[in-house]
């Protein structure tokens, strides 16, 4: 990380770092962390949970903010549980494990929270989308994509790990026609479609869930329903576009989000929406209609577990209907178990590609921090 570089033209993840560096050089004597590791590869987590430890051991106070609960349980001494606003339970960390930690989260047995994913192998003679040798040249503060050669084909999620910063939001873009595809060629079912317009994308059936919802995907004055038409309007137009169809908008987004369990107000602004609700929204109004190629940048960040889970299990009902996924996530317990096939991105770059039962998440961290493997590759 450049030290002269501005906060505002960092990644994500390089901003997260600064701001752990500012708690960690002032004079407070507690520290309040709220998910400091969402964007951190697994042994720069490790490092991080050492030098809490020992901070702990000087007399600091800390206070860890997460949903991760394997994080909770690796450094915590006590644990407490909130549930809709109120204590649902406090316990030392000799008294906690998983089980017991989401039981208190949501009031339901392990059992009814589960997702299970069995890995296939993807069968298809054309890929849905196949990138080769595919570029893009970087403005501002992106990151330049660099001879990428990447396929997903139906009935396969194809799950991208990478530091926050190091190509995924380009990849997404580039997918969708948000940036130009500078050198290679993008194809769609075979299809040469490097310069096609996102809305011809679109209709194509390709769902698009975004990294940063609220920028990307919504206008934040505009309700939930009118937000929930805008990807479609094509379906919902009337009288060559002089009428929406209302009705069947509101009939289409309450039956996803029912079908999803999730809550969300249809009248409100999307701006007056917490950030897992806005994200419950996205994701519901990007699976309503079947796609065919699902773009899913980060799509459970922000939501509890239970809704975690809907969206998981979304995101493996569409692909064993035959959809193809491109996961993008910081999260790599997810993307193990979501995973068919796994690549790292760093710096532009495809540095890796697995199925999840050839490697683990410390041979993934290491690739995309671009430090060396440590130990020889699994295989």
Known sequence: MDPNAQVSHLSIGEQQKVEIIKLLLSDARLLILDEPTRVLAPHEVDALFSVLKKLRQDGYAIILITHKLKEVLACADRITVLRKGRVAGSLFRYESNENTLIELMFAKKVSALQVTHQAVQAQADIPLLELCSAGTRAEGSETSLKDIDLQVSPGEIVGVAGVSGNGQKELGDLVLGLIECRSG?????GEDMTHL???SVRKWGVAFIPE??????????????ENFSLTNTWRYKRHAGLFMDWSSVKADAQSTLAKLGFD???????????GGNLQRMIIAREMSHQPRLII???????????????????LIQARDNGAGILLISEDLEELFMLSDRMIVLYQGRIVGTFAPTETDVYEIGHLMT??????APHG
Request: glycine fraction near 4%; avoid cysteine.
């Open 185 to 189: 060629v993008k194809r769609l079912d």
């Open 370 to 375: 671009g430090s060396e493997v440590p130990y």
């Open 264 to 274: 969300v107000s249809l009248y409100a602004p999307a701006k007056a929406l917490s």
């Open 296 to 314: 899913a940048s980060y799509p459970t960040r922000g939501l509890d577990v239970q809704s975690a889970l809907a969206a998981r299990r979304a």
């Open 212 to 225: 940063n919802p609220l920028v990307m995907a919504a206008v934040p004055f505009m309700t939930t329903l």
């Open 197 to 199: 317009s996102i809305q």
